[in-house]
């Protein structure tokens, strides 16, 4: 905010008149009072945004449409006497008045009024009405509040005592009011300085001096346009007030007492319309020490805040009350004139009635539209007895409400049944039609509907449909197997041996869409040398007395020094050849390898062929080698396993992974794979003393 429009805001008054304004100059009283309200003002606002600012983050959230319960606790004021009252202690003892009036209103005057409302014999306690009070203070006309603000509106100089001399001559007669010029004697009260007002809690002598400097507000529309053309939003909303123009005429802001009445006016209207639940705080002594008890200051307390007359109302009253049909419809059951339903027009005899039949006469007290009960123990008795009848009654609604629940459901239970055992009878049915529908040509189609989509069976024909399911899929099967000629039905289930270990994406490129050719290398068609081969196989099998070869192929052989060599391989049922190349001459050196010693067989789980055998009690260590020839290693696998079960059995331990460990020589070595550049030969890079890599082309 600009710092010269402060200044003239405090030091000019704007006055409006219909079409114009005037800035009128102010002295340096007004300034300074002016001053003095802005401050106040901006104290006052910003604990007001505070305030809201907390209830806003505190706030339940609702649904919309709904009501919800709120709980608040009003923390009142002390009542004060000081050594030296003024206005501040005024405004207190005046809130304190308003609030003690509330609970006479609400406890002590409300109870009485609806005994002699209902006619209930009864003998009324006096208490203190401080109305008088309350009326002495806020009469809008006479009252002390009405008389300050008017004197404050007088022009020229102000003076505390002419408050004071104003008070005498409007008030001077209240029985609740003194001053030294009504009570000369009093030498207590200053001459022109002192009024005392007799409070429900005692009396309180009141000094004048500053009385019309505090009521005083100054807060003129210019220091609210002021605060409203802040830059801060914040300001803005704490003083809608300044949004109005310059030239629309205002009234006088409230003074402070009239403020403060205000608020106390609002906040007894929202207290009238709740239900109020008072917690009473004694002093035990003013010397705020712990221990100690001072009984004539408690006795006082106990006085002035009405608990002795309180409590002789709730002594003298009754504990319950309740309106005759609301009392007839909960304890009805206790008579049975009045069970099920009372039948009379008047209501009271009703209630009469459940009282003579409980014997309770003499402990009631009938008004003109309530039964008043005194004592707990009655109302407790009552409570006892309508407990007791609660579980016979309750028995009897539900033998015949359970009864016809269980005819009912009986009925429609058995309609039930029925109509589920034709439907599902229906469903079954139209199931199977469409299933005799869908595979009908099942026979001439190509894949013998192996991708025929099966209709969705009804739940109950689920487990069925999976074993027709797995039915028709054996019978697709054997179907196949059917068509294929001998070797190529024995390819197919040497393949499916190998999907078991190698599928699943176990290993790559494991040779499925291959042709297995077995003992190729006997063969014109896969072997030029075919014819050399077949010569040397036959000298092997007369030597070794082996009746059949299953399995032949080209490998690249790694040795124990890491260097390769090639070899041809070849599986009987007895042995495994190592041929040396070229002529497949069978070493002296390297008799053939009994099937008997191989505890086991790798594969590298990668797109490559190798394949190492693990061998028991040989010299050399495990054989390792790769497939040259566009074989799968997974075929050479197969038939040594099947081999091995067959003619030695046992079973063979596979494994497949992406490095392999081996023995050579006596020492663990191990096995990986690298891709080489495409169209080049598979090849093994020795790497260190204990690892070898198989160079295996791309794509191969």
């Known amino acids: 905010t600009n710092p010269a429009a402060i200044e003239k805001a405090l030091t000019f008054r704007t006055v409006a008149s219909k079409k114009e304004t005037i800035d009128s100059p102010q002295k340096v009283e007004q300034a300074e009072f002016a001053r003095d309200a802005l401050a106040k003002s901006m104290y006052d606002a910003l604990f007001a945004w505070l305030v809201s600012q907390v209830n806003k983050s505190v706030a339940a959230t609702l649904e919309p449409g709904s009501k919800g319960t709120v709980i608040g606790v009003l923390d009142i004021y002390g009542f004060e006497i000081f050594k030296t009252n003024s206005f501040e202690q005024l405004c207190i003892n005046y ?25 209930i014999p009864w003998a009324n306690v006096t208490y203190f009405n401080n109305q008088e009070i309350c009326t002495l203070i806020e009469d809008p006309k006479k009252g002390i509040i009405a008389i300050l603000d008017e004197e404050c509106l007088v022009p020229g100089d102000q003076h505390d005592a002419a408050f004071l001399k104003h008070m005498n001559r409007k008030v001077a007669s209240h029985k609740h009011f003194a001053s030294r010029e009504t009570q000369a004697d009093n030498k207590s009260l200053g001459r022109d300085t002192d009024f005392q007002i007799k409070h429900y809690a005692g009396e309180v002598v009141y000094s004048v001096t500053g009385f019309i400097v505090k009521n005083k507000d100054t807060m003129f529309q210019d220091l609210k346009r002021l605060l409203f053309q802040c830059e801060r939003d914040m300001l803005k909303d704490m003083w809608p007030d300044g949004a109005k123009p310059a030239t629309e005429v205002t009234r006088r802001p409230h003074s402070t007492a009239t403020g403060f009445k205000l608020s106390m006016t609002t906040l007894v209207e929202t207290l009238v319309c709740k239900e109020p639940h008072y917690v009473r705080c004694i002093k035990p002594n003013g010397e705020k020490k712990a221990g100690v008890f001072d009984q004539e200051l408690v006795t006082h307390q106990v006085r002035y805040l009405g608990l002795l007359e309180n409590a002789r109302v709730r002594r003298a009253g009754f504990a319950y009350r309740q309106l005759y049909d609301l009392f007839l419809d909960r304890y009805k059951m206790l008579s049975s004139h009045t069970w099920p339903h009372w039948k009379g027009d008047d209501l009271s005899q009703g209630c009469k009635l459940i009282a003579s039949a409980k014997k309770m006469g003499n402990d009631m007290t009938f008004g003109k539209t309530k039964v008043f009960i005194k004592l707990p123990r009655t109302l407790f008795s009552l409570e006892e007895s309508r407990q007791a009848h609660l579980p016979r009654l309750a028995t009897l609604i539900q033998t015949g409400w359970r009864g016809f629940l269980a005819r009912r459901h009986f009925r429609r239970l058995k309609a039930v049944v029925l109509i589920k055992m034709r439907y599902k009878s229906f469903k079954n049915r139209l199931f199977f039609n469409k299933i005799q529908e869908t595979f009908k040509d099942v026979k001439t189609m190509h894949n013998f509907g192996k991708n025929i989509t099966w209709p969705t069976p009804p739940p109950l024909l689920q487990p069925g449909v999976a074993f027709l399911k797995k039915i028709h899929r054996k019978w697709c099967a054997k179907m196949v197997l059917k068509m294929l000629s001998e070797e190529r039905k024995e390819e197919v289930l040497t393949k499916m041996i190998a999907y078991d270990v190698c599928g699943k994406g176990k290993k790559v490129n494991w040779g499925v869409g291959l042709e297995w050719r077995g003992n190729a290398l006997s063969s014109q068609t896969h072997n030029p040398n075919c014819a050399k081969f077949n010569e040397q196989a036959a000298g ?29 391989v070849l599986v009987s049922e007895k042995h495994l050849y190592r041929l040396e190349m070229p002529g497949y001459i069978a070493g002296k050196k390297k008799p053939p390898l009994l099937l008997n010693n191989i505890e086991g067989v790798s594969l590298l789980s990668g797109g490559s062929q190798a394949i190492i055998i693990h061998l028991k009690d040989n010299p050399g260590g495990d054989l390792v080698m790769c497939l040259t020839d566009g074989r799968p290693a997974a075929e050479f696998m197969v038939h040594l396993s099947k081999m091995v079960a067959k003619h030695v059995g046992r079973k063979i331990n596979i494994k497949i992974g992406a490095e392999i460990t081996y023995s050579a020589d006596g020492k663990q070595r191990s096995l990986s794979m690298e891709i080489g550049p495409a169209g080049s030969l598979p090849t093994f890079r020795k790497e260190g003393a204990t690892k070898a890599v198989l160079i295996w082309p791309q794509n191969a």
């Open 95 to 119: 809130c304190n008045e308003k609030l003690q009036q509330l609970v006479i209103e609400l406890v002590l005057k409300r109870e009485q009024e609806e005994y002699a409302r209902e006619g």
């Open 540 to 568: 092997l099998r007369s030597t070794n007395s082996d009746q059949q070869f299953v399995y032949s192929a080209h490998v690249l052989k790694l040795g124990r020094n890491m260097k390769t060599s090639e070899r041809a």
